[in-house]
């Protein structure tokens, strides 16, 4: 689907611009989305019987990734 509304090959402006051809991970990761909230109900992660949390990179650089969970409030 996501190959469909963006495309690998197209020649995006962003090619030009900076030189690093990702131009459709930009765009594929503001689809999706770049964090998630999910909150906790008695020391527990409330996702439901078929949701998991995953980790998608969108670039074909590889390059060093750092996740951030951050809790707030009380536990």
């Known amino acids: ?3 469909e509304l ?4 197209k020649d995006y402006h962003h090619h030009k611009t900076w030189g690093d051809y990702n131009g459709e991970s ?4 503001f689809l999706v989305g770049p964090s998630l909230t999910v ?4 020391k527990e992660l409330t996702l439901g019987t078929w949701q ?10 590889e390059k060093v990734r ?6 707030i409030g009380d536990l």
Do not use: G
Not at 26 to 29: D, E, G, I
């Open 52 to 61: 998991q949390i995953v980790y998608i990179n969108f670039d074909r650089i």
């Open 6 to 9: 963006i495309p690998l090959n």
């Open 26 to 29: 930009h765009l594929r990761l």
């Open 1 to 3: 689907m996501l190959e």
């Open 39 to 42: 909150p906790f109900i008695e």
């Open 66 to 71: 750092r996740i951030v969970f951050q809790i």
